[in-house]
């Protein structure tokens, strides 16, 4: 009860962060582990969002929206989920500054090294498992 109760304080941190940073939260909100970034109202597709939320470190599924023009495989959304992260042990803090990184990725002129750095960090803080010697991320 504990672990699903901070899923949904850290996903209400994270909505509340991306909206304070201009970003449109589907619904306005969330009531679940989940959210949809609308960025319809933006240059970004949700096909390139995710190219770029990967560049920082992050992993999200491009998505459509309600009323969406674009095709499935492109979308004009993000979808962005909390418990692996809250599994972690990511709290409402983190999740706040994983929104201003994923504010940060889509404004203007983005240093995306230091916003990765950001990332790392936050993993770093928070390990996959206490001694886990195998590996985190991939190559493709």
């Not at 960025?39 to 491009?62: C, I, M, P, Q, Y």
Request: charged share 30%; aromatic share 8%; hydrophobic share 35%.
């Amino acid at each position: 009860k504990a672990y699903q109760r901070q899923v949904r304080a850290n996903a209400d941190a994270l909505c509340e962060e991306l909206v304070a940073g201009g970003l449109e939260v589907l619904t306005g909100g969330t009531d679940t582990h989940l959210l949809l970034l609308d960025l319809r109202r933006s240059e970004w597709t949700g096909k390139d969002a995710e190219e770029r939320f990967h560049e920082v470190r992050l992993t999200v599924n491009r998505n459509t929206v309600p009323f969406d023009e674009r095709p499935p495989t492109v979308g004009s959304g993000v979808r962005i989920g909390t418990p692996a992260a809250t599994m972690r042990g990511f709290d409402e803090e983190d999740f706040r500054e994983v929104g201003r990184i994923i504010c940060g990725a889509l404004g203007e002129d983005p240093d995306l090294d230091a916003l990765a750095a950001r990332s790392l960090e936050l993993c770093d803080a928070n390990p996959l498992y206490a001694g886990f010697g195998g590996y985190t991320t991939f190559e493709h």
